[in-house]
């Protein structure tokens, strides 16, 4: 009897080790697949992304894989609340057989007894029989009805997850809201600086991508007077090709990185350039162009402006073949004169690989090479002719060069391609530690991309800090008219007499790109924790009529101002604003705040003047502004 009742015992523990070995190898294996899909994940960053992308690419990775591994326990979690209750709901069973074999037994000597009694004692125990069958159909309806409930609790438990899962998507929901918010609001606080992945892909294959930002005035509504601009990055690989093709927006490029060949069919004459890093590009609407990498190491890369004309801020670009092959088969046989196979084997897109960049193999680059070589350099400034479409600004002389820093600048004047658009292109190359000195734009909107480096600038704004003062007016005034005092003329008088100014503050690294409007000062620096010095390509629109005018350094705005507008300006005799004002010597490049802590502390003291004139003459710039 003992050995009866103790099997289902042993088959119980020896299902439960078989099905908890099924469930470790089950869950070894989910792991297992949940880290090859982190390394192809990080694969995809390392081979598919610029290198100032890939950093975030590989937390972006990481994110998703906890998020995986989350999903993953927590889906454990309700497979192991079923598998309990499939338990329980076995030994439950295995009890109620052993219930039925224990009435069975019973039931066995109880015959055993009373077959000695007769035919009362036969008579007897059919009632017990039929009594015993009873029961046990009694008992199994009741089994039917706990099975029933079973399975109602478990359309409960099921409608109990529904409402969890509802929960958790309304509590992503309002995460996104909140991180929307939070993002508008970043962006209401810093609406002139973007950072890396603020670009979105505009084009891609294999071989490179075109990336681009988003309209400016989509952006902030403090830019929608460069609303017809767009800022774009491509990235071609070593040995590749650009497909001929043209958009619909003129372009300026400047070439950051690496060394091609640019073919432009313009007016009907084709000319090839070789440019290399440091050339600015022209590129008018329309014109067809085909580029190629010859470099067989480094990546070629450009970074352009385009002014949109078709519909403002919103560019194509239109590849030759691929608009071909998009004609009627009929239009094309007439256009082109030739049958529907050799059209097909041409311009069809069965079984042809898709991309408007692809490799080149090394005898089409050096054939590409050797037509540059041929018709280009006669057109190359400034080795002859007029050239439209480069200009080489590290091969001039920088318009300020010192130990902090060099500028380089071309415009109209040097370039006559770029007068048709208005814009002067400039390369600042900031030492580490570092600083450009402040300044401001009278006419021009300076759109700047950073290409090296990394660092933090500083755009001082009078519009956030309007909108903020107008916002709190509004607030102030509704609580005047709730408590039921105060007036609308009070608050304005009040504006009035506090001009302020906020100052937008932002790190910046390769790959950010910065917008500063007309009138606001601008400050750069470069960072010294890195050897790297910070280099910035910048764009200046509607430069013609435009002055830099710097506030501090040589030549500042400030130390021209006649002795008694000084005096009456900052509240302090004429001399001590001198003292100030014509302390800082260089121009266009200072050392940074950092050095100035170590060097220009002694400086500062053998004049005698110390922090203390650092600080006054703070105080004195923002009482002039």
């Known amino acids: 009897m003992a050995i009866r009742a103790t099997i289902p015992l042993l088959f119980l523990l020896a299902s439960g080790l078989l099905f908890a070995g099924a ?11 949940g880290e090859h899909s982190l390394r192809e994940c990080q694969q995809r960053c390392e081979r598919d992304r610029p290198s100032y992308q890939r950093a975030q690419c590989v937390q972006e990775c990481r994110d998703q894989h906890q998020q995986w591994e989350h999903e993953q326990s927590h889906g454990r979690g309700h497979r192991g609340d079923r598998e309990h209750e499939r338990e329980q709901e076995q030994g439950r069973g295995d009890r109620e057989q052993e219930q039925e074999q224990g009435r069975g037994r019973r039931g066995d000597r109880e015959h055993e007894q009373s077959h000695g009694h007769g035919r009362r004692g036969d008579r007897e125990h059919e009632r017990e029989q039929e009594q015993g069958r009873g029961d046990r159909e009694q008992e199994q309806e009741q089994g039917r009805g706990r099975h029933g409930d079973r399975e109602q609790e478990h359309e409960q438990g099921r409608g109990r997850r529904g409402d969890r899962e509802q929960e958790q998507e309304q509590g992503r929901g309002r995460r996104g809201n909140h991180q929307r918010e939070g993002q508008q609001e970043q962006d209401s606080r810093r609406p002139y600086v973007f950072g890396p992945r603020s670009f979105r892909s505009i084009v891609r294959s294999d071989q490179g991508f075109i990336e681009a930002l988003r309209p400016f005035n989509e952006e902030s509504r403090l830019l929608r007077g460069i609303k017809n601009y767009r ?20 372009g300026i490029g400047y070439v950051a990185q690496g060394e091609g060949v640019l073919t432009v069919i313009e007016n009907g004459e084709k000319r090839s350039y070789t440019v290399r890093q440091g050339d600015v590009v022209a590129a008018p609407a329309g014109s067809m162009m085909h580029l190629a990498n010859t470099d067989g190491r480094r990546k070629l890369i450009i970074v352009k402006i385009l002014n949109t004309i078709s519909v403002p801020g919103q560019f194509q670009y239109f590849l030759g073949e691929s608009l071909v092959s998009s004609l009627s088969k009929r ?32 005898e089409q680059v050096r054939e590409l090479r050797h037509h540059a070589s041929e018709g280009g350099q006669s057109h190359h400034w400034p080795f002859g002719g007029d050239s439209r479409s480069t200009y080489n600004l590290l091969e001039q002389r920088p318009t300020i060069a010192n130990r902090h820093g060099r500028l380089y600048e071309v415009d109209a004047h040097s370039f006559r391609a770029l007068a048709d658009q208005d814009v002067r292109v400039s390369f600042a190359n900031i030492t580490a530690g570092s600083m450009t000195a402040p300044y401001y734009n009278t006419q021009s909107v300076k759109i700047s991309v950073v290409l090296e480096g990394e660092g933090e600038v500083e755009i001082v704004c009078p519009h956030l800090s309007q909108d903020s003062e107008r916002h709190q007016q509004g607030q102030s005034e509704r609580e005047h008219q709730q408590r039921g005092h105060g007036s609308e003329s009070e608050s304005e008088s009040e504006q009035q007499q506090q001009e302020k100014y906020q100052t937008i503050r932002a790190r910046v690294s390769r790959g950010s790109a910065l917008v500063v409007p007309p009138g606001h000062p601008a400050v750069a620096i470069s960072s010294s924790r890195g050897s790297n010095n910070l280099q910035i390509v910048c764009f200046e629109i509607n430069a013609q009529k435009n002055e830099r005018v710097w506030l501090a350094g040589k030549n500042n705005v400030l130390g021209k101002l006649d002795r008694p507008a000084k005096e009456l300006t900052f509240g302090a005799p004429a001399r001590e604003v001198d003292e100030v004002l014509e302390a800082q010597q260089e121009e266009g490049f200072f050392a940074g705040p950092e050095q100035q802590q170590g060097h220009g502390e002694e400086e500062w003291r053998h004049r005698g003047r110390g922090e203390e004139a650092v600080e006054s003459f703070l105080r004195m710039a923002t009482g002039a502004f």
């Open 23 to 33: 469930v470790g190898t089950s869950r070894e294996e989910e792991s297992r697949r």
């Open 231 to 250: 800022v774009a990055i491509m990235e071609v690989n070593p040995r590749s090709f650009v497909e001929p093709g043209y958009t619909d927006a003129d």
């Open 331 to 362: 239009v094309q046989r007439a256009a082109f004169k030739a049958s529907e196979e050799r059209l097909e084997k041409l311009f069809g897109r069965k079984g042809k690989k898709q991309g408007f960049i692809v490799r080149a193999s090394p």
